[in-house]
């Protein structure tokens, strides 16, 4: 069974930067979507940045222009860089895969992220 496990979140200032890791249990890039999710309290789990199996990516308005995501095939990791980071960027960030053609998908356990003002 595979299992993606996240890392990397922590308490940065405002305008400052990270990046989050998404280590996958085996080599899935090729037939899932790999997606990072973040979820703020008392809010829903919104859809931040995706990476397609064929390298494309899209991302949530609110982070076009601040955030990367990449993945490395190596390493079977996806990463999120995070840039010019806001209070409102704070909560807890999901690695999300998500079959291309089924309705099958995986989650991480989340990492925190809190950007203080």
């Known amino acids: 069974q595979v299992y993606l496990v996240e890392s990397g979140g922590g308490l940065v200032q405002a305008g400052g930067s990270l990046r989050l890791s998404c280590a996958a249990s085996?080599?899935?890039?090729?037939?899932?979507?790999m997606n990072w999710y973040r979820q703020a309290p008392g809010k829903q789990r919104e859809l931040v940045a995706l990476?397609?199996?064929?390298?494309?990516?899209d991302y949530a308005d609110s982070v076009k222009g601040r955030f990367t995501i990449t993945k490395d095939d190596a390493k079977n990791t996806v990463y999120l860089r995070m840039n010019s980071l806001k209070p409102e960027d704070s909560g807890v960030y999901y690695c999300?895969?998500?079959?291309?053609?089924?309705?099958?998908?995986?989650w991480g356990q989340g990492t925190q992220v809190t950007i203080s003002s």
């Open positions: 999300n895969a998500r079959r291309v053609g089924a309705h099958f998908e995986i």
């Open positions: 085996a080599n899935i890039f090729g037939l899932y979507t």
């Open positions: 990476i397609t199996t064929m390298d494309s990516t």
